[in-house]
């Protein structure tokens, strides 16, 4: 049963910072591109991805040089590394694959507000 459990959300001053963990099983994690959304709307938009082996990843721009996707294939977990948060950066956070093949989990709330 594939399961993904995000976590590590909360509420953080402007400029602040959050790391996000996504724990994944009930398939091969290792060996799947993975990603983090976020949805603030009735859209969910892909934040950032990293290949397989960790080695390689892309960033949606209104995050590249804030944001950190990694991974520990070890553990089968996937993190997102956020910095210098912004109020727009708000939304529910949820990983998957970079084609949205798995089944949603619950996502993490991140709020940022002063």
């Known amino acids: 049963q594939v399961q993904l459990v995000e976590s590590g959300g909360g509420l953080v001053q402007p400029g602040g910072f959050l790391r996000l963990s996504c724990a994944a099983s009930?398939?091969?994690?290792?060996?799947?591109?993975m990603s983090w959304f976020r949805q603030a709307g009735p859209d969910r938009e892909l934040v950032a991805t990293i290949v397989s082996d960790g080695f390689n990843s892309e960033y949606a721009d209104s995050v590249k040089g804030r944001f950190t996707i990694s991974r520990d294939n070890d553990k089968n977990i996937l993190y997102l590394q956020m910095n210098s948060l912004k109020p727009e950066d708000t939304a529910v956070y949820y990983c998957n694959t970079p084609w949205s093949t798995l089944d949603w989990g619950q996502g993490t709330q991140v709020t940022v507000s002063s």
């Open positions: 009930g398939f091969a994690f290792g060996m799947s591109s």
